[in-house]
């Protein structure tokens, strides 16, 4: 017989098989192990070609499409996976196809050799993952599951899961009311939703509703119950359920979001060893403001190639694209202090695709941690319909981020990456120059905005404008605006990053 598994699936495909031809197949599978094991794994490889790009359905539901003719055809290898693997149970003796409840869907090179295989029936029992692993599972009464390692669990039936340790997402339909996710700290019933829990054994079982909703019930002799609706998080510990920050990325945060500062210095370890400084030594940390472009000394007249004097900028690195340099610096004031300024700004040329571009010495960003970003920026008292002006933030060339003067809206607002949506702030615009700060946590996977924040204040007295459940990635900084009908030009100041709040709101009385 021709072991050519490949040839077999083409042919089962377009239904091309005479009835001796499928028996000769049958039985080649069903008599030797080593067929079956070929032509599953041919099989899997298959339809995870032709699901390539299908929806996620631990993702937000989006507009509904056609479906494609894929699916039936999908479908039906992915039944024949299911049959060839109780197949291959029957005939090497295990458990009947009734003691299976649960079915490995996605694995990693890490799980793989922990043992855990794509199409790997499970039964009830404990399942153990390493560390930075990932699998998906599919119960047997309609839950999808994906597990982040390290974690411990033990599947205790179709519909229900007990976590010990590590970060479970559940996308559970309708169909799958009621599956529940037990820990020590409780239990959390599903009431059709999507959810993240995260257990660590020292700090309670965390609950992130993404959509939908649960219940919750500490784990007490007479425990009461909690509902938790879409976007909203809490902690179930001593029988109680405590508000928490909800992070729609948890499965992907590290179990332990707070990173590690042996010394206590405010600055973690991997930051300090981003940057060569002692780890475990408070007396030394990097130095906070890490770039600082503050438009001073620069001759009036145009950017373009002009060498960048910022401090945190690559030795002989040119400023990119268009601008005109002013002597003539921004200033901000909230309250009794001011911004610390030094003179001197930019002028965007007011051309809708044309800005003016700043590349950091790529050493100044870690990639670990928390990183600000603060501006000031003044727009004109004029301002054409459908203009907008505001600070960039690209990955090569692939814009990553929008903060500023929205086209959509005569509102301040942002964007995050090439979204068609803006977000508005709802703040009437005028022609005073405005702080803009914005908080990229690389731990928690979250980006915050601040408008106007009182400078020398600490962070903890700012108030957050908007919140963005991702980070963007970026190497350079741009400043850019304009309109389709004239040109628009605006003001920009005081560019800066660091890694605490006080080193880019430095404040003067």
Known sequence: MNHDWQHWIDRLKSDDLTEAELR????????????????????????????????????????????????????????????????????????SSSSVVATITDTDDLAEKAGLRIGQPLEVGRITLPEGSEVGVAMRGGARLKIRGPASFDIDGPDRIRLDKGRLSTYAP????????DTVDGKVIDLGTRFVTAVDMNSGTEIHVLEGLVTAHGATSDPASYSLEGERAGI?????????????????????????????????????????????????HPEPLRIEESFAGYPAGPSRNVVLKAKGASSGSIWEGEGIF???????????????????????????????????????????????VSFLMKNPASRPPGCFAGLLLYQDDREQFFVGKLSVDDSYGSRLRSSPTQDSYGLPMDDEPHLFVIRIDRTRLVTDIYFDPVPGQSESSATRRFRYQAVPEFDRIAVRSGSKTEMFPSSFDEIRVGLTWDSVVPGVK
């Open 24 to 95: 000769e197949f049958e039985e080649a599978v069903r008599a030797d192990p080593a067929n079956r094991e070929a032509y599953l794994s041919a099989l899997v490889a298959e339809v995870a070609l032709e699901a390539d790009g299908l929806p996620d359905p631990f993702a937000k539901p989006k507009p509904v499409e056609t479906l494609t003719p894929r699916w039936p055809r999908i479908a039906a290898m992915a039944a024949g996976i299911a049959a060839l693997a109780a197949l291959s149970y029957f005939v090497g003796g295990h458990a």
């Open 174 to 181: 309708s169909y799958a009311r009621g599956f529940t996710v």
């Open 236 to 284: 179930l510990r001593q029988g109680r359920l405590e508000p928490t920050e909800f992070l729609a990325q948890r499965l992907l945060v590290p179990l332990d979001p707070v990173l590690q500062d042996r010394d206590s210095d405010g600055f973690p370890d991997e930051v300090e060893n981003h940057y060569n400084t002692p780890a475990d030594d408070p007396s030394s």
């Open 326 to 372: 002013q002597t003539q610096g921004l200033s901000y004031t909230s309250g009794t202090t001011s911004l610390r300024a030094t003179g001197g700004s930019v002028a965007t040329i007011g051309e809708l695709s044309v800005g003016a571009t700043l590349l950091p010495d790529p050493k100044e960003l870690s990639p670990i941690g928390v990183t600000y």
